[in-house]
Structures are given as C-alpha cells and as structure tokens.
C-alpha cells in the first residue's frame, strides 16, 4: 500500500488560498488519492478524490501531478472554519481506509 | 437529519465491564466501519462490515466484537474493558464495499475506562 508524507502543520490567512501538499511516491496505477478532514472533536470529513485528473467540487480542489508521486489539496477562500487536520490517504477502495498523522492546518484571521 | 448517529457520545466505565456502542445510518448505505482514534489522534479502522462480509483488522483483539441487526445499525460490543480501549469511537458508512465513493462518519463516542 503506498504511503503518504504530509507536512505536521502549516498555517494559512482567512480569506487566501490555503495549498496542502502530499507526497506518495509510492502509488500505484489503480490507487486513488483521497483527502478527509478532521475539525476538532469531530469525526473526519470526506473533501475529495481523484486519480488521474484534476478533481473539483463545492469544497476543495485536487491537484494530482502528471506522474502521480504527489498532490496538492487546494482550498480556495479559506475560513476560520477550515482548520482542521487534514489527511491524504492513499488506497485502492474506500474498504481499508488508513489515516496517518495528516495535517494540522490553522487559518489565522 | 443527521447521517451517521451514534450513542452515546461519552461512556465512562470501570475495568472489567462489558459495555456497547451503538451506530446507526439512515443513508441506506450497504457497508459501515468501525474506527479506533487513541490519545495520539491516529485513526485505525478496527471493522468492516456488510450483509455479506465482515473485515477484522488483525490488530483488534477478540474482546471487540459488531453486531448488525439490520443494515441500518452496526453497534460495537466490548467485552472485559481495559484501560487501553480508552478512546474515542468513530462509526461510518459507504454506499458500497470495496468501491471508491466516500465514507460518512459519525460524531464519535469518547469511552473513558477507570
């Protein structure tokens, strides 16, 4: 199972563009890249996934490199509500979902 | 309407009892979970389950055991709690098992063992 290498923390503006990145050098051709978040004393979020192309919903943007080895979670407009830890997850199906230590991401007014 | 429920939200129990938490999904989803988030925050899936099949992670001592009376519900059983079971609870639910659509997680049940 490939795994994911995300930085422990990173702190963003309210109102800019808050850019988490993940490497997963490791991944293979039928694995998809998945990104939850988790708000404190919440249960984790669903945001987005992708495996080839570049993903867009109401929530965030996924970019995933041509060679796939690493991606980069993009929210847009980030609020105070935003932060969060964040986590990239490498799998083939959503059976076996394996959450690593991810990223503490503070929006700071 | 809230997606995944569970009950309760905090349990505080002495060492040795027996005790349950109960899930429930009413997004009529065919797999749910059950996770595992200790006091250093890593989540670990402890169980899949649909009608069919259920996935122990090999790491989940044998005290731990689900129980689905429907597929709606899938509560957690834990028999002869230890200190170490200390943690909170995740349940969630997919629409399929072994696909890639999302899961929806519950708000969690802190369990306290004394």
């Known amino acids: 199972d490939a795994k994911t290498t995300q930085p422990p923390s990173m702190d963003c503006a309210e109102g800019r563009a808050a850019n988490l990145p993940c490497n997963h050098s490791?991944?293979?051709?039928?694995?998809?890249v998945y990104w939850y978040r988790q708000i404190h004393s919440q249960g984790p979020q669903y945001i987005i996934h992708?495996?080839?192309n570049n993903e867009t919903n109401e929530m965030a943007s996924l970019i995933i490199t041509e060679d796939r080895k690493s991606s980069t979670l993009i929210l847009p407009h980030a609020t105070l509500r935003d932060t969060a830890v964040y986590y990239c997850?490498?799998?083939?199906?959503?059976?076996?979902?394996?959450f690593g230590a991810g990223t503490r991401l503070t929006v700071k007014p | 309407d809230t997606a995944v429920s569970q009950t309760p939200k905090y349990l505080v129990t002495q060492m040795g009892n027996d005790k349950s938490i109960k899930c429930e999904q009413n997004?009529?989803?065919?797999?749910m979970y059950w996770y595992k988030q200790d006091s250093k925050k890593f989540l670990k899936i402890m169980f899949s389950?649909?009608?069919?099949?259920?996935?122990i992670n090999e790491t989940v001592p044998n005290r731990f055991s689900p129980k689905s009376p429907d597929k709606a519900h899938l509560n957690l059983h834990i028999n002869s709690l230890e200190l170490g079971d200390s943690a909170v609870y995740f349940c969630?639910?997919?629409?399929?098992?072994?696909?890639?659509?999302?899961?929806?997680f519950g708000p969690g049940t802190r369990l306290t063992v004394l």
């Open positions: 969630a639910s997919s629409p399929s098992s072994g696909g890639v659509a999302e899961q929806f």
């Open positions: 490791t991944i293979s051709g039928n694995e998809y």
């Open positions: 992708g495996l080839k």
């Open positions: 997850i490498v799998r083939v199906s959503n059976n076996d979902m394996r």
């Open positions: 997004l009529g989803h065919d797999t």
């Open positions: 389950y649909n009608n069919k099949e259920l996935i």
